[in-house]
Each structure stands twice: as C-alpha cells, then as structure tokens.
C-alpha cells in the first residue's frame, strides 16, 4: 500500500489501493499541482504580480479581506445552482457536523453585495450557488479556486450537489457522475483563447465516487447509482426536449436520441459538469459531483412532481455529501456523534485510540 507523501491531510485519511501507485491514483495525479503542504497552487503566474486580487462576483478581495483568516480553516467547497438551496445546505450541513453559532448570530450571505451568487461559510465547509450553466459556474470556479489559492486552505474537496434529468432512471434517483461528456460525446472543457479553442480534460475523482456510494444506505428508499453525466449548454433543444419555444425534431428522433445516450452509459443530463470536473482537475482539486434526477427523459421532459417531492428529492445528494463530511470530520477527531450531540475532543489521537479500543470490546 503506498501513501501519498504530499501533504499529511492524505495520509490520514486516504491513502492508495493496493492496486494503485502513485502514478496510476487520481488522487495523487490531482495532488501534484498542489504545494506539498496541500495547499491550492495557481497555474496563472500574474496572480501573484498583482498587487491585489478582487473576487469581483464574489464581493471579496485579497487586498479588502483578510482571506487567510476567513477561509483557511476550508475543506469542503459544496455547490449547486441556486443561492436559496445553497443557504438551506448550510443549515443542514450546520446541524449535522454540530456547527454552534455564537448565541443571537446567524449565518451571513459572504457574497450578498455580489448580488451574483450566494456564500455560506459553516466552520470547515463553504456552501455556494453557481447559477446555471456553463459560463455561470466557470467563472464561480475561477474566483473559488483562487479563494482556496489566497486563503491557503489545504486540500479542499469540492462538490456539486444539484438537480439532473435522469435517463431510464425513476424520479428522485441519486446519480454519482464518475464520467463526464459534453452534447458531441467529447471528454473535455472547450474555451476559446486568444482566438483558439483549449481542450481540459473534464476528470472526476473515481475514489471520491466510490467513497460516496460506500456511504449510501441500502434502507434509503431510493437508489443511489454512479454514471456517466452529460453536460448540455441549454435545458430545451440542447437536451432532446420538445417542450421548448422552439423544436424542428420530432418525438421519434429525440427518443432515439436518448436511448442513443442511453447505450453510451449516460445516466443523466445536466449543465455544469464539463467545467466542474475539468477546472477542478486542472487546479489538482479532488471533486465529485452528486445530483438527483427530477424526471425519466424517457417518459418526459417536463418537471412536474409536485414541490413538496421537489424539495424532498433536492435533499438526497446533500444527505449523501454531508455524510462523506461528517465522516472526514470524525476520523479527524473533529465531531462525534457517538453519543447525544457534539463532544469536545482534546487530543484526536488519544480519541482516536480510545474509540479504536471501544469498537475491539463491542
Ligand atoms: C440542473 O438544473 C438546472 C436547469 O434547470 C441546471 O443548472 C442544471 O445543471
Ligand atoms: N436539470 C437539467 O439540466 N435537466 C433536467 O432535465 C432537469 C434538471
């Protein structure tokens, strides 16, 4: 079993298969573009000439905030699209790792006079909307990753926990992506610079992917799968639906579109993958992307459960991340939850081993 020797928050915590190396595991092919004490590096040799960074859309800078202070303690960046489902994360996520708010404060919209996009910090984690689309979450991913840059936040985690349309999959289905494509099939982030397109490998983290689906519970009263996800740049003709202002297909070609998909191993469509996955491998950042289907493309293509199974389903992939949080946070010595609420723990070592011992007497 080899260890990753860069950075101790992997040693701990993760570490390579048996069957891995460090040349074949993701999770050190992502780690060696960061410092060797985790922290984010930034492939963009300006940043550090400038004399001040501002986060336009997030309403932060590194010359106004005292970005170290604020968000070094980071771990976990989880996104998804809108700022209302983003504030609603903190506080669950605030709950389940037993986040105390000092008495008559509460949580505090960090981007609010962005009027862009919403931030919540909850101790270790950050919860941040990213809009909808392509271009909205790429420039979120931008200005997150130099946060992480500025705030020397060590090995941050990133997930997008959102909404999808399913493919062949019942409503309220939880689909890990371990695979990403775009509309034409490809497996990569297309930006055109200075007049040429750029290609980045779009790369989820396979470990992260089967480390969440060891956390589903087999009592869940829904499945929980991992598939390929597509990302499309529109919800209407961009994902085969006849529903939109326009359509010039009919319903035979769309089905043989999807069921086309379908044989390719894609389980789901959204519209942020692409870039998530590509922009986070590029700047060594492990992420995984979690969504619930709202609808079988294959029997529709309008959402039309009712809002209280809406909300309900909007809940499974955050279930899912926080408790990969809870996890990372226990082995850390961080939380327990072993008893009633959170305990204090002085050495996490010595509880370490208090718990270890525990277990071998059950
Ligand atoms: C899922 O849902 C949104 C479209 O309704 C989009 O942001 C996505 O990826
Ligand atoms: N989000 C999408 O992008 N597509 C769907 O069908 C549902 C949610």
């Known amino acids: 079993m080899s260890k990753v020797e860069n950075g101790d928050e992997h040693d701990n915590f993760y570490h390579c298969e048996e069957n891995e190396t460090k040349e074949t595991c993701n999770k050190c092919e992502v780690a060696k573009f960061r410092y060797p004490d985790g922290t984010v590096r930034l492939r963009n040799p300006h940043i550090e000439l400038m004399d001040q960074d501002i986060l336009y859309h997030l309403a932060l800078g590194s010359g106004s905030h005292d970005l170290v202070e604020m968000f070094g303690d980071v771990k976990f960046v989880c996104m998804g699209g809108t700022p209302k489902r983003m504030e609603a994360f903190a506080y669950y996520i605030m709950k ?25 910090k909850v101790g270790p984690v950050l919860s941040v909307s990213h809009g909808m689309g392509i271009p909205s979450i790429g420039i979120l991913l931008h200005e997150i990753i130099k946060l992480m840059y500025h705030s020397k936040a060590r090995d941050p985690i990133f997930f ?60 869940d009263p829904y499945d929980t799968i991992i598939g390929t996800t597509m990302c499309a740049n529109d919800f209407y003709e ?29 389980k789901n469509i959204e519209m942020e993958v692409i870039p998530f996955a590509a922009l986070t491998h590029h700047a060594g950042i492990r992420a995984a992307v979690v969504c619930v289907a709202l609808l079988d493309r294959l029997k529709g293509d309008q959402v039309c459960a009712p809002k209280e199974v809406l909300d309900e389903w909007q809940i499974r992939p955050q279930k899912l991340v926080a408790r990969y949080i809870r996890r990372y946070l226990q082995t850390k010595g961080r939380i327990s939850f072993d008893g009633h609420g959170s305990m204090a723990v002085k050495s996490p070592r010595r509880f370490k081993l208090v718990q270890q011992e525990s277990e071998t007497f059950d």
């Open 96 to 120: 389940e790792i037993g986040h105390k708010l000092p008495t008559g404060t509460t949580l505090q919209d960090i981007s609010q006079y962005s009027y862009r996009y919403s931030m919540f």
């Open 160 to 219: 997008r926990i959102g909404t999808c349309g399913g493919i062949g999959l019942e409503g309220g289905t939880v689909v890990i992506s371990d695979d990403a494509v775009d509309e034409m099939g490809n497996h990569y982030y297309q930006v055109p610079m200075l007049g040429k397109p750029v290609r980045r490998p779009a790369k989820l983290d396979k470990r992260l992917v089967r480390e969440l689906k060891g956390l589903a519970d087999p009592e």
């Open 238 to 266: 961009g994902q085969g639906r006849t529903d939109g202002a326009f359509c010039d297909y009919t319903e035979s070609e769309k089905m043989e579109y999807l069921t086309g998909l379908q044989s390719n191993g894609v």
